[in-house]
């Protein structure tokens, strides 16, 4: 009799805890769906939101959603019998691949945190409707009550805090976000200093467009995850440029939730089929040859042709080809040298051996010597290894004309032709195999127009004969030898100082000046001094005309750090980027052309304008760094950031006034 007694005061008391516990649902289950367990509980506190807690436990092989399922799925969703304010916070969730569908969500058991704003009624109702799948798929409706008059569970604070503790952070994770689309492809570019291990992207879905399976590449600190986009439909996938894509990025146990503005697919950053990669990297090399970096050493082989007055084809194919292969040569040993940086992780980068003051005398000897020979000063025979060196003379020997190709290459690394900064921004990215494809199709682009002269040499074989003009001819062509090694002399300023550098200098243009004095004559001496000094006027009042001669740089520039960008960006203010080098010839032409222009100057003036630089003309690991989060490995780069454009956009290599003005009118936002 008091066992059942006792029995039955316990049924008793069962059946009276759900009440006095009202503001735990209990563990609620589905008649047709006994793979799922669910629970709901609320504690409701004077003074603030009240905090729910959904509970879900799986059965082994059985998952849930994430709010954005992926490619199939429903995410859970609590339908009140009452409208209410109420924010659904996410734990970070995991990726499910099943017959090559791809979705976002959870297994085992996940709680969801969930908090209530506003007034509330005594008692919440609702029905949370709840999607599980393993080989098929059920969606079931939960029936739920909750009486906030009544104690949250003791254990509810804990539980919720530790729910909370699985939601991915605001920051933390990375120094840098971007985006980029193109192709049908979207591009997310992540910086994080501590590296990555085994990093997961999960990507909030937008009207009309579906994710794929991202497929990821690691570069050190850098993370480059590249996902398939389509309408969901087969058709072709929606332009998602400045748009804004909500995503979580998680690694090894953290993770961080952001918003980032989609921007142009960098060139490191689309996928670019192999084919167009080989495009451009012929393309960048063929337009080398006009870029004003190589000018001399094409003056210098014309010397070569005119001195020699070639009359056979054979002769002019041998010497072509072998100038061709000196360039080709030269482009494998940069691909020699980066891939020594890379493998010994040194910094990589497009000219970065003119940051060396010892490679920079050594050029600068070797332009002196070309330029006395050009001036007639003295013969260079080939009887030795040091003269073959620098021989020029064609005719006697092809190692001469192998090295004029192969100094051309060495002059033409400080210049960022179009094509050029994408083919060499993939390369320095790329798989070591490819690196060296595409810098050997860089060299083939480059030598096209020397092959184009060995393939029909009747091109060279129509100059005029030998005669009195060609002693005109390379006065012309010593004296632009001679301006191309006044300015490698000026490089050494950063190295040695200004004054130094202006007697080395003056003592150059002296002793060539003397010795043109002793070969030629008073005549000569005095006739090639007024010709200099016309071709500067012209220079002069062209860059007077262009409104930038002798404009001052009127901007305040700060140094350039990651800290400084998050800073203005705090402040809601733009911030323009500028890493430059006093041996880069293609910011020169962006100074002058573009930054010292007055309306130019006076954007970048504004109050709410930060001006950053960074100078690469001596190694520096801060800016290397900076280049390589963004994919980058060549000067000059250019970033415009703001309100409006959070990840900031990357201008081209060379830089558009019009351009550059527009996007930072659209860095202001709204």
Not at 29 to 46: E, F, I, P, T, W
Not at 114 to 137: D, F, Q, W, Y
Not at 521 to 550: D, E
């Amino acid at each position: 009799m008091y066992a059942l007694l006792r029995q039955l005061l316990l049924c008793l008391f069962w059946l009276w805890l759900p009440v006095s516990q009202a503001a735990d649902s209990g563990w609620l289950r589905a008649a047709d769906n006994d793979h799922a367990s669910v629970r709901l509980r609320a504690d409701a506190q004077q003074g603030r939101d009240t905090r729910l807690l959904l509970d879900v436990t799986l059965e082994k092989g059985w998952k849930t959603y994430w709010r954005s399922p992926g490619e199939g799925g429903i995410a859970p969703e609590i339908n009140w019998k009452t409208p209410l304010e109420m924010n659904w916070r996410w734990p970070v969730p995991q990726r499910f691949e099943v017959a090559g569908i791809t979705t976002q969500g959870y297994d085992g058991s996940v709680s969801f945190p969930i908090t209530l704003s506003g007034p509330l009624p005594e008692k919440l109702a609702g029905i949370l409707t709840l999607s599980t799948c393993s080989n098929v798929c059920i969606l079931t409706d939960y029936p739920f009550t909750l009486d906030l008059r009544e104690p949250a569970d003791p254990h509810f604070s804990y539980d919720f805090s530790r729910a909370m503790g699985t939601l991915p952070l605001k920051k933390g994770l990375t120094s840098q976000l971007s985006a980029g689309f193109a192709a049908e492809k979207l591009t997310v570019t992540a910086t994080r200093e501590a590296g990555w291990q085994k990093p997961e992207l999960f990507i909030d879905t937008l009207a009309d467009t579906d994710f794929g399976k991202p497929v990821y590449r690691i570069d050190g600190q850098t993370l480059t995850a590249t996902l398939p986009v389509s309408d969901g439909w087969g058709d072709a996938a929606p332009d998602l440029r400045g748009k804004t894509l909500s995503l979580v990025l998680a690694d090894s146990g953290q993770a961080q939730e952001s918003r980032v503005t989609v921007g142009e697919a960098r060139a490191s950053d689309a996928t670019f089929s192999l084919g167009w990669i080989l495009l451009m990297a012929l393309a960048g090399g063929l337009i080398l040859n006009v870029m004003p970096c190589v000018l001399p050493v094409l003056a210098m082989k014309l010397g070569s042709i005119v001195q020699t007055s070639p009359t056979h084809r054979r002769s002019v194919r041998q010497q072509f080809v072998a100038s061709a292969a000196g360039i080709v040569t030269s482009f494998l040993a940069l691909a020699l040298m980066m891939t020594v940086l890379r493998l010994s992780n040194q910094a990589l980068g497009w000219g970065i051996q003119f940051q060396n003051p010892w490679f920079i005398g050594v050029m600068l000897l070797v332009m002196v010597g070309f330029s006395a020979s050009l001036l007639g000063l003295f013969e260079i025979r080939l009887s030795s290894g040091v003269s073959t060196f620098l021989a020029t003379r064609g005719g006697k020997g092809l190692v001469g004309h192998f090295c004029q190709g192969a100094f051309a290459t060495l002059l033409a690394t400080p210049c960022t032709a179009p094509f050029l900064g994408t083919a060499v921004s993939v390369a320095l990215v790329a798989p070591l195999s490819l690196l060296w494809g595409i810098l050997l199709v860089m060299g083939i682009g480059m030598s096209l127009p020397w092959l184009l002269i060995a393939a029909w040499p009747g091109l060279a074989l129509r100059l005029p004969r030998p005669g009195r003009w060609m002693n005109i001819v390379r006065i012309i062509l010593g004296l632009m030898m001679l301006g191309s090694a006044l300015w490698l002399a000026s490089l050494l300023s950063v190295h040695i100082g200004q004054i130094p550098t202006r007697m080395l200098s003056a003592f150059l243009v002296t002793g060539l000046w003397l010795a043109m004095l002793w070969r030629w004559g008073w005549r000569t001496a005095w006739v090639s001094t007024a010709a200099v000094i016309v071709v500067l006027a012209i220079a002069f009042a062209l860059l007077r005309s262009g409104g930038a001669g002798l404009a001052k740089d009127r901007i305040v520039w700060q140094s350039l750090s990651e800290q400084a960008i998050a800073d203005a960006l705090a402040n809601n203010k733009r911030v323009f980027v500028d890493v430059t080098a006093d041996w880069c010839v293609t910011c020169k032409a962006n100074k002058y052309n573009v930054l010292l222009r007055d309306d130019v100057q006076k954007a970048l003036s504004e109050p709410d304008v930060v001006a950053l630089r960074g100078d690469w003309s001596r190694p520096s690991a801060t800016i290397s760094q900076f280049l390589h989060a963004r994919q980058s490995a060549a000067v000059p780069f250019n970033q415009i950031y703001g309100p409006g454009l959070e990840q900031g956009r990357i201008l081209p290599p060379l830089l558009d006034r019009d351009d550059l003005l527009q996007t930072l009118n659209n860095a202001k936002g709204k």
